[in-house]
């Protein structure tokens, strides 16, 4: 299994333990909903998407019997997902606490980062799956 696999897997299960903790003070304090898209996409972007990387750089390829075409950019596809989440996040958290129009910017800037990171998910799973092997 490549490095950056197992990282995916691990930090997608760490993002689902800080979601869920985040998720229960939303319940506990109602004033913490301002920071739902947080708890929302710490899920979505974080336990869900990143499990499904993890998974999906190591079975697909197999599901194809080939290997992963680009897996340098598999690894620089691992560190924008996580800091163009956590970026986003930050930026969110800060904005929503007391807002600047700097901090919207930052949010919106690793918002890209992290919409960088999809299309280089999409573009190396394409670009393994797609061609025809000649038999
Ligand atoms: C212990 C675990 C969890 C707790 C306590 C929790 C709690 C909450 C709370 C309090 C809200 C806000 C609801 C509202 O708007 O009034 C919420 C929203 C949301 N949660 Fe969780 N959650 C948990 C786990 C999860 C998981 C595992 C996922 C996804 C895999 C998830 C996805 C979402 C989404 C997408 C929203 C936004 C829904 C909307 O806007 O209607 N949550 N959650
Ligand atoms: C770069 C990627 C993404 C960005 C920048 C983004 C941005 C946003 C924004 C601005 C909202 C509205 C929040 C609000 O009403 O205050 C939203 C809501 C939502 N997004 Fe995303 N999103 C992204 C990816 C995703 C993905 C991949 C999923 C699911 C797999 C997802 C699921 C949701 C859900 C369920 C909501 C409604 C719950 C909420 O309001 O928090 N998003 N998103």
Not at 9 to 19: D, K, N
Request: a positive charge; one cysteine or more; aromatic letters at 14%.
């Amino acid at each position: 299994m490549n490095r950056f696999v197992k990282n995916f897997i691990i930090v997608s299960i760490v993002y689902l333990g800080i979601s869920s903790l985040l998720g229960v003070c939303m319940l506990w304090n109602q004033s913490l909903i301002s920071l739902k898209f947080v708890h929302s996409h710490l899920n979505m972007l974080g336990w869900v998407s990143m499990m499904i990387y993890g998974v999906g750089y190591h079975i697909l390829p197999r599901f194809a019997g080939k290997p992963l075409k680009y897996p340098k950019m598999g690894e620089f596809q691992f560190w924008a997902a996580n800091i163009g989440l956590v970026g986003m996040l930050a930026f969110y958290t800060l904005d929503a606490v007391g807002h600047s129009r700097a901090f919207t910017n930052m949010t919106v800037l690793f918002g890209a980062v992290e919409v960088l990171s999809i299309g280089l998910f999409f573009y190396n799973m394409l670009a393994t799956l797609l061609p025809k092997t000649t038999v």
